[in-house]
């Protein structure tokens, strides 16, 4: 059955489509996608506004159907060499190997917002010998709804613990996509994620089109 796509993703699917097929014949892959802005020079920081970001949580909360929502939980990454993170929770520490193996870049030409979806791997590691290049201390929240997973974060980056602590925060928003075994296909996957981000990006009375940059 043809799936009848909004035109405000015609243009962009076909990439984020094309990126998910292969991130489904690839293991321990992931895909996730960052609500953020292109700087002057064309990276892409993710983060929004504070206000943007209690906006979004009040509307996330405003939904009653959630499958589940943990509430708001601590946690310390420590980044080494090798694209080597450790996580220190509650629970204990764990070590893994997180790499991005390829991302699309979108942005919304008639407001300043840029996505980034991505396609990362994530292994287990033993615990590395040196000392960590940053920290993040992070406070999340997750709201999650079958394969997906809606994660509103502050975060608190630096050097060291001490230096990250000193630091005003960082408004993250992502989703991230916890199954990529679709039966309907990549294509059905790759729109149902970009309908969700662009959700997040629509604003009242203001049209939305995607573009690749």
Wanted: glycine letters at 6%.
């Amino acid at each position: 059955m043809a799936i009848a796509v909004p035109t405000e993703y015609c243009d962009v699917l076909p990439h984020v489509e094309s990126l998910i097929k292969r991130a489904q014949q690839s293991p321990h892959a992931e895909i996730e996608g960052k609500l953020g802005y292109f700087d002057q020079r064309g990276g892409f920081d993710s983060g929004v506004p504070l206000q943007t970001f209690n906006r979004l949580q009040r509307k996330m909360e405003s939904f009653a159907h959630w499958e589940r929502v943990v509430e708001w939980t601590d946690t310390q990454d420590f980044f080494f060499a090798d694209s080597v993170r450790g996580t220190k929770t509650a629970d204990g520490d764990f070590f893994i190997r997180k790499s991005v193996v390829e991302h699309v870049n979108l942005r919304a030409p008639e407001r300043q917002s840029a996505l980034r979806i991505s396609w990362k791997t994530e292994q287990p590691v033993q615990p590395p010998t040196g000392y960590p290049q940053l920290v993040r201390i992070k406070k999340r929240k997750l709201f999650c709804y079958r394969r997906f997973e809606f994660a509103f974060t502050f975060v608190w980056q630096g050097k060291t613990i001490e230096e990250a602590q000193a630091k005003q925060p960082l408004y993250e928003v992502e989703v991230e996509c916890t199954n990529l075994d679709e039966p309907r296909g990549a294509k059905h996957l790759a729109l149902s994620l970009l309908m969700k981000l662009g959700d997040l990006l629509q604003q009242p009375g203001q049209p939305l089109h995607l573009e690749v940059m």
